[in-house]
Structure formats: structure tokens, C-alpha cells
């Protein structure tokens, strides 16, 4: 599996159509294959199609998601997994860090 940019999701809108991005998110609501996701104030519809019936989606559960983001600022999901126990400030933290890394390579 290529590398993923790790993102926020209010930063999903800034990356290109068929960018594979990493984020992590709570579940607001699913019906039929899509999950909408939130992080703050930023939604994220997610279709989850390609790994039904491996996952479990429970609604107010932080999810780790990894997909390509659509045209419509969606994603079709590769890797939709349980982000239960993380400590969402230290994650936090080490996305800023890491994109700070990114930044300075060619």
C-alpha cells in the first residue's frame, strides 16, 4: 500500500482528487455504505462499500480511516479501523509534527 498524507480533517478540501489521506475521526452517522465522520466542525462522507463486512461502524466511536478523496470532497475508504483508547491530544500533536517533517521534503 503507497503512503498516505496524514491530515486533519478541516485539511481534507486542500488535497488533489485521488490523494490517499490518513485521518482520524468520530462517527456521526451510516446508512447504506457511508459513514459521515466528524472532527470539530468538518464532516467527511466515507464509503466504506469496498470493506463491508469486515469492519463494525458504531456511531460516537474515533475511527481510523485511510481512503482516496473523490471529487466531492468524500473518500472511498481502503482501511476503516477502531481508534478506541488513542489519545486523541497526542495524536494530534504528532500530525503536526509529522506534516511539519513533511514539509521539508523534496
Known amino acids: 500500500m503507497d503512503s498516505a498524507k496524514l491530515i486533519f480533517a478541516e485539511q481534507l478540501a ?7 489521506v490518513r ?8 446508512k447504506d455504505g457511508i ?3 466528524r472532527d470539530g466542525g468538518h464532516r467527511i462522507k466515507c464509503d466504506v462499500s469496498a470493506v463491508l463486512p469486515q469492519i463494525r461502524v458504531y456511531r460516537h466511536e ?10 466531492d470532497d468524500s473518500v472511498d475508504v481502503l482501511l476503516f479501523q477502531s481508534a478506541v483508547g ?6 494530534r500533536e504528532m500530525v503536526v509534527r509529522r506534516q511539519a517533517q513533511d514539509a521539508f521534503r523534496p
Open 23 to 30: 485521518f482520524l475521526a468520530c462517527v456521526e452517522e451510516y
Open 86 to 91: 488513542m489519545d486523541l491530544a497526542r495524536y
Open 35 to 37: 459513514v459521515v465522520v
Open 62 to 71: 474515533w475511527v481510523h480511516c485511510v481512503g482516496r478523496k473523490r471529487a
Open 14 to 20: 486542500g488535497c488533489s482528487t485521488g490523494d490517499k
